[in-house]
């Protein structure tokens, strides 16, 4: 049995005790992966849910799934901990006949309730997905090492007549090729990287210089990260820009403390952008907030109240136009940050005693 996914059953079944409910059922491609330890039910990339869920009793747990894809998911994906319900694949009613007969027709709780009798996870449950165990944290260094490799090796082979189609196809194909799901892939060439926060990719070639980002889905678990290359040295604009947003990111990391609460480091952000003389920045683009299972699991804004903790991991991505600064962090036991997403062979700069990449000038 995995270790993991024996405590995380234990948990779920302390929460339905705690609630007075029959039965958990997760949908989500986030809980599914997290309730099995990385295990995945994707097929379609852009859903949010995929071909197979989870759900946990005070005596069973199963994978509810359908005949296409069970010995698959059997074979490859999924841990012993689960039985696996198969139902034929046309009749879907079967699958809900089954989970009303195993609760007794009683309440459930569900990531994504769609029935009468489901209600939402409670926010324990929630927060809990949030903390990582150590088991995921080693998954996590290496969904970190091998996204942050990819990017190296596209962004340095760029060229300035590449489209921005063909930057964000060769990244695609790097994630890939490391066992990676490119659940984001943004480029934004010379043209467009001032105008535009979330810059999707075109036929437009890049030019002179470009910024590629990606949300790269592994286990599970997201890597999220930014990179530009300039080809020929930036401009003193430019390169004060990136300097801009370097040191207000260097606030918000300060603040990725045990017990900051986002919306504390949501206004930290605005005032920092305001001594910066970008008064409006904060409302030009989100500012990130913690990761893990999701891109972002919850998006720092003035009404986020939750705390970080221990554990958890954050991605940050303070911009401003033309230039943004991102990586994916996880809050040690010590309070300490260390990068996921880092790698020694793309530029950088030290601010305030961290690492931080720069534009690859070529």
């Not at 049995?1 to 997760?26: D, F, Y």
């Not at 491609?29 to 995945?40: C, I």
């Not at 852009?46 to 197979?52: F, H, N, R």
């Not at 919306?263 to 008064?279: C, D, K, W």
Request: aromatic residues 6%; negative net charge; contains cysteine.
């Amino acid at each position: 049995m995995n270790e993991e996914v024996s405590t995380k059953l234990e948990l779920m079944r302390q929460t339905l005790a705690e609630n007075g409910v029959q039965a958990i059922r997760l949908r989500g491609t986030d809980w599914f992966s997290w309730a099995t330890a990385g295990a995945s039910h994707t097929v379609l990339l852009t859903s949010e849910t995929g071909v197979a869920e989870v759900l946990v009793t005070a005596q069973n747990a199963w994978i509810l799934t359908d005949e296409i894809e069970a010995q698959r998911l059997k074979d490859e994906e999924l841990p012993p901990n689960f039985q696996v319900h198969i139902s034929p694949w046309a009749e879907g009613s079967e699958r809900e006949t089954f989970v009303r007969e195993v609760t007794n027709g009683g309440k459930v709780l569900s990531d994504k309730p769609v029935l009468e009798r489901e209600q939402p996870l409670p926010a324990s449950l929630q927060n809990r997905k949030r903390v990582l165990m150590p088991s995921e944290l080693e998954r996590y260094h290496q969904i970190g090492l091998k996204a942050s490799q990819a990017m190296t090796e596209i962004i340095t082979a760029a060229e300035p007549n590449w489209t921005e189609y063909q930057l964000a196809g060769a990244g695609a194909e790097a994630l890939w090729t490391r066992g990676l799901h490119p659940a984001v892939t943004l480029v934004a060439g010379e043209r467009r990287l001032p105008l535009y926060r979330h810059g999707t990719p075109t036929g437009e070639q890049i030019g002179r210089q470009a910024m590629m980002v990606f949300c790269a889905r592994g286990d599970g678990l997201y890597a999220n990260l930014t990179r530009f290359v300039s080809f020929g040295n930036l401009s003193n604009e430019n390169a004060e820009l990136h300097r801009h947003v370097r040191e207000i990111e260097a606030l918000i990391l300060d603040l990725s403390q045990p017990g900051t609460a986002l919306n504390v480091a949501y206004h930290a952000l605005a005032q920092a952008y305001a001594e910066h003389g970008f008064p409006h920045a904060i409302r030009e683009h989100h500012q990130g907030g913690t990761t893990g299972y999701l891109a972002r699991e919850i998006v720092a804004t003035p009404t986020a109240t939750e705390t970080l903790s221990a554990g958890m991991a954050v991605a940050w991505n303070p911009s401003l136009p033309g230039a943004k600064v991102e990586d994916t962090f996880v809050i040690l036991e010590n309070g300490k940050l260390e990068n996921l997403t880092f790698d020694p062979n793309f530029p950088s700069v030290e601010v305030e005693g961290r690492l931080r990449a720069v534009p690859l000038v070529k």
